[in-house]
């Protein structure tokens, strides 16, 4: 069964960092494309980066550019994202995706981690 | 960049009515529009993926359409358990947008 798990969210002060962690179960990472995606509190979903699947290629959304870094090992089928510089709109539930297809849908997501930014 | 633009942003409707939701890009993204249906708690789950297919498992009752610039999710008959977010994402392009998303909810 494929399976994401995201974990390393928490409470975090503003200008504060983490890193979360997305492990994949039932398939091999190597061959996928990855994605974050997240929810603000009363919002919709927002895309937030890509790695390719030999990690030569990322992309990022502008809102998250300079300060996340995704990243991904897949020798322990896992992707990872580097958050630093937390703001307070940050403060969002964190899904990892899977892409797939050759029109890249994202076919399978982990239940999220939360990740509160608060003094 | 591209933009997503999905109507309506809140729709309210009858069990076993038929819904129509649009979205529109900015510039054309061919086929590669996706449609999710997420609700509160849950992961979000495709529906849709390249405007008209149906992912696996998911009922007939849902359909997608549409090429270039302007796509649709149709809803043939609601059920109870269609009541929840849609969203059409774009994957043409990096940034792969989501649209605002569409909250269904039971009239």
């Known amino acids: 069964e494929v399976q994401l798990v995201e974990s390393g969210g928490g409470l975090v002060q503003p200008g504060g960092s983490l890193r979360l962690s997305c492990a994949a179960s039932?398939?091999?990472?190597?061959?996928?494309?990855m994605n974050w995606v997240r929810q603000a509190p009363g919002k919709g979903l927002e895309w937030l980066s890509y790695?390719?699947?030999?990690?030569?290629?990322?992309y990022y959304a502008d809102s998250v550019k300079g300060r996340f870094t995704i990243s991904r090992d897949n020798a322990k089928n896992s992707v990872y994202l580097q958050m630093n510089s937390l703001r307070a709109e940050d403060t969002a539930v964190y899904y990892c995706?899977?892409?797939?297809?050759?029109?890249?849908?994202?076919?399978?997501w982990g239940q999220g981690t939360l990740v509160t930014v608060s003094s | 960049d591209i933009q997503m633009t999905q109507s309506p942003s809140s729709l309210s409707a009858s069990i076993g009515d038929r819904v129509t939701i649009t979205c529109r890009a900015s510039?054309?993204?061919?086929?590669?529009l996706n449609w999710y249906q997420h609700k509160p708690g849950k992961a979000p789950k495709v529906l849709i993926y390249?405007?008209?297919s149906l992912q696996s498992g998911v009922p007939s009752r849902f359909s997608g359409g549409g090429s270039g610039t302007d796509f649709t999710l149709t809803i043939s008959s609601l059920q109870a358990e269609d009541f929840a977010t849609y969203y059409c994402?774009?994957?043409?392009?990096?940034?792969?947008?989501f649209g605002q998303g569409t909250k269904l909810e039971i009239k």
């Open positions: 510039q054309s993204i061919n086929s590669y």
């Open positions: 039932g398939f091999s990472l190597r061959y996928f494309e």
């Open positions: 790695i390719r699947s030999s990690g030569d290629t990322i």
């Open positions: 995706a899977r892409e797939t297809g050759s029109k890249d849908y994202f076919d399978y």
């Open positions: 994402q774009q994957t043409y392009y990096s940034p792969r947008i």
């Open positions: 390249a405007a008209s």
